[in-house]
């Protein structure tokens, strides 16, 4: 308050003084004064300028590399000019007398684009001290390799997906492997790593000659983690016994199929098809007469053999990432439900077995998410089976599920063993029978909508406890139905970045991949 007042009696003083030359004193003593103060405002007006033309480079060069990325032909130049010119230029009047000159965009031997921007910025107040303009120049530089990723590919392998949609699944993960991983990139520091994990009714997690699994990587069937026993044969005796039927030697009567047009359904997925109704039969069926032939009681024997089909932990552990002294049950089954499965490819930074295992993905069976869900998480984590993960409290790698499905759930995991006997529960828990994914639920019901439900409060289940370790998640939906309860669900596992996406046909399925691959490729860029 002291200034004030002090200022304002030299104000008076000023004023009411007589003698000019107090008054020409102080009129130029105000020159420098008023310099110093324009000044102040034009340099304040070039440092916002220089602030947002860095601003506007690196986007520029940002969206440049992105689409570099996916399309090496591009004209990049082309894009940096035209953003600058949009979002600089255009978009504030009052920088219009701003002079700038774009230098030419360059990729560099290390695959760093680089470019730079020299601007004038006109000054108002220092054109009275001889000084038109604050001059500068700014650079930027891009590139791929900023920070680690893990991408797990969880996809719908299953018979609804068999022919043309299997093709457009095909096609699209390549189409977001070139734009992450393109051929060209030398990913020797290991940044990008990606696994495949193809699921139907269950998870094929590989098996080779000698016991050993995956063609990445060198584990066992003894895997901490998995409870596989070894291949083996069972055998029994068989009484001996009359095997009877019956004959109609004097039948006239003939039957010809009674077929209609009916709606059946391929993994819950409906389609048109003909089915026979009843039989059109004309002419004396006769009597029945009794044959009965004795069979020999006889040994037999069945050989099991693990073929990489993987069961599910019991329910208290099966949507965990955790507690791998309750280990994961292989299937040792006689006749094995997902050996026509694609195997998985484990997490890897060799784009070879990427690539490799991404077309040998075949459409089979049903659908039961949680598997595929699980072994995705799996193939990202730290922890047994596999480890081959990161830790989840790394600051450098970022976690990402990228989950497609074509379809709601139609298979559950066993609960129970209803109505089994002692010595059956045995062999059945041998087998692995308490691992199934099939349509039987804990009341015995034979039923894919009583399947469904359980399958999917272990795939919400299961979505969140991912989401809790900040894995990124990204949902595809591949022609399924709008507003449905799959969809809810699938928009619902999305999350922490990740989105979820609804693809009507091949083309938006393309597109979907393409703009998860240019967010992923968003996080890796570095200037």
Same mark, same amino acid.
């Given at each position: 308050?002291?200034?004030?007042?002090?200022?304002?009696?030299f104000?008076?003083?000023?004023v009411?003084a007589?003698?000019?030359n107090?008054?020409?004193?102080?009129?130029?003593?105000?020159i420098?004064?008023?310099?110093?103060?324009g000044?102040?405002?034009?340099y304040g007006?070039?440092i916002?300028?220089?602030?947002?033309?860095?601003?506007?480079?690196d986007?520029?060069m940002l969206?440049a590399?992105?689409?570099y990325?996916?399309?090496?032909?591009?004209?990049?130049?082309?894009?940096?000019e035209d953003?600058?010119?949009?979002?600089?230029?255009?978009?504030?009047k009052?920088?219009?007398?701003?002079?700038?000159?774009?230098?030419?965009?360059?990729i560099?031997?290390?695959?760093?684009?680089?470019?730079?921007v020299?601007?004038?910025?006109p000054?108002?107040?220092?054109?009275f001290?001889?000084?038109?303009?604050?001059?500068?120049t700014i650079?930027?530089?891009?590139?791929?390799g900023?920070?680690?990723?893990?991408?797990a590919l969880?996809?719908?392998?299953?018979?609804?997906?068999?022919?043309?949609?299997?093709?457009a699944?095909?096609?699209?993960?390549?189409d977001?492997?070139?734009?992450i991983?393109?051929e060209?990139?030398?990913?020797?520091?290991?940044k990008?790593?990606?696994?495949?994990v193809?699921f139907?009714n269950?998870v094929?997690?590989?098996v080779?000659d000698?016991g050993?699994?995956?063609?990445?990587?060198r584990?066992?069937?003894?895997?901490p983690g998995?409870?596989?026993p070894?291949?083996?044969?069972?055998?029994?005796?068989?009484e001996?016994?009359?095997d009877c039927?019956?004959?109609y030697?004097n &039948?006239?009567?003939e039957? @010809?199929? =009674?077929k209609?047009?009916?709606?059946c359904?391929? /993994? +819950?997925?409906?389609?048109?098809?003909?089915?026979?109704?009843?039989?059109n039969?004309?002419?004396?069926p006769g009597?029945?007469v009794?044959?009965?032939?004795?069979?020999?009681?006889?040994?037999?024997?069945?050989?099991?053999?693990?073929?990489?089909?993987?069961?599910?932990?019991?329910?208290d552990?099966?949507?965990r990432?955790e507690d791998?002294?309750?280990?994961?049950?292989?299937?040792m089954?006689e006749?094995?439900?997902c050996?026509?499965?694609a195997?998985?490819?484990?997490?890897?930074s060799?784009?070879?077995?990427i690539?490799?295992g991404?077309?040998?993905?075949?459409?089979r069976?049903?659908?039961y998410?949680p598997?595929?869900?699980m072994?995705?998480?799996?193939t990202?984590?730290?922890?047994?089976?596999?480890?081959?993960? &990161?830790s989840?409290?790394? @600051?450098? =790698?970022?976690?990402v599920?990228?989950?497609?499905t /074509? +379809?709601a759930?139609?298979?559950?995991?066993?609960?129970?063993?209803?109505?089994?006997e002692n010595?059956?529960?045995?062999w059945k828990?041998?087998l692995?029978?308490?691992?199934?994914?099939n349509?039987?639920?804990?009341?015995?019901?034979?039923?894919?909508?009583h399947?469904?439900?359980?399958?999917n409060?272990t795939?919400?289940?299961?979505?969140?406890?991912?989401?809790?370790?900040?894995i990124?998640v990204?949902?595809?939906?591949?022609?399924?139905e709008?507003?449905?309860?799959i969809?809810?669900?699938?928009?619902?596992?999305?999350?922490n970045?990740?989105k979820?996406?609804?693809?009507?046909d091949?083309t938006?399925?393309a597109?979907?991949?393409k703009e998860?691959?240019k967010?992923?490729?968003?996080?890796?860029?570095?200037h």
């Amino acid at each position: 308050m002291q200034m004030v007042k002090n200022f304002r009696a030299f104000c008076r003083r000023f004023v009411d003084a007589r003698k000019g030359n107090v008054a020409i004193i102080f009129g130029f003593s105000m020159i420098p004064v008023m310099v110093l103060i324009g000044g102040i405002v034009d340099y304040g007006m070039a440092i916002k300028t220089k602030s947002q033309l860095t601003a506007t480079l690196d986007a520029a060069m940002l969206a440049a590399m992105l689409q570099y990325a996916e399309d090496p032909d591009v004209d990049y130049q082309k894009i940096i000019e035209d953003y600058i010119n949009k979002n600089f230029t255009q978009s504030d009047k009052r920088l219009h007398g701003t002079i700038i000159e774009i230098s030419t965009a360059e990729i560099t031997e290390e695959g760093e684009m680089k470019a730079s921007v020299t601007a004038k910025v006109p000054t108002s107040f220092l054109k009275f001290a001889h000084l038109d303009d604050f001059e500068f120049t700014i650079g930027s530089g891009v590139m791929v390799g900023g920070s680690s990723i893990e991408i797990a590919l969880v996809l719908d392998n299953t018979g609804s997906m068999k022919g043309s949609k299997l093709t457009a699944l095909k096609n699209a993960t390549n189409d977001l492997l070139d734009i992450i991983y393109p051929e060209d990139f030398n990913n020797s520091d290991e940044k990008i790593k990606f696994s495949v994990v193809p699921f139907a009714n269950y998870v094929n997690i590989g098996v080779k000659d000698g016991g050993t699994y995956n063609v990445v990587g060198r584990s066992d069937r003894n895997e901490p983690g998995l409870d596989i026993p070894d291949d083996y044969t069972r055998t029994w005796w068989v009484e001996g016994h009359n095997d009877c039927w019956n004959e109609y030697p004097n &039948s006239t009567e003939e039957c @010809e199929p =009674v077929k209609e047009w009916r709606t059946c359904y391929n /993994d +819950g997925v409906p389609y048109d098809c003909l089915k026979t109704v009843d039989w059109n039969c004309t002419g004396d069926p006769g009597e029945p007469v009794e044959h009965c032939e004795w069979v020999e009681g006889v040994e037999k024997r069945k050989n099991y053999k693990w073929k990489g089909c993987m069961g599910s932990r019991d329910a208290d552990h099966r949507t965990r990432d955790e507690d791998y002294d309750v280990k994961v049950p292989g299937m040792m089954m006689e006749y094995n439900m997902c050996k026509d499965t694609a195997t998985l490819t484990r997490l890897t930074s060799d784009r070879d077995a990427i690539v490799s295992g991404l077309s040998k993905m075949k459409a089979r069976y049903n659908t039961y998410i949680p598997a595929g869900l699980m072994w995705g998480w799996r193939t990202l984590s730290p922890n047994a089976p596999f480890a081959d993960g &990161s830790s989840y409290d790394s @600051e450098v =790698v970022r976690k990402v599920i990228v989950l497609m499905t /074509d +379809g709601a759930n139609t298979r559950k995991a066993w609960g129970k063993w209803n109505g089994l006997e002692n010595d059956d529960k045995a062999w059945k828990r041998k087998l692995g029978w308490r691992s199934l994914h099939n349509t039987a639920d804990v009341y015995g019901h034979n039923s894919s909508w009583h399947a469904a439900q359980y399958a999917n409060a272990t795939t919400a289940e299961l979505c969140t406890n991912i989401k809790a370790k900040n894995i990124m998640v990204y949902t595809i939906g591949f022609e399924i139905e709008a507003d449905s309860e799959i969809e809810n669900l699938m928009k619902s596992c999305a999350g922490n970045g990740g989105k979820y996406f609804d693809a009507d046909d091949s083309t938006e399925l393309a597109d979907a991949f393409k703009e998860i691959g240019k967010s992923l490729l968003n996080l890796r860029l570095t200037h």
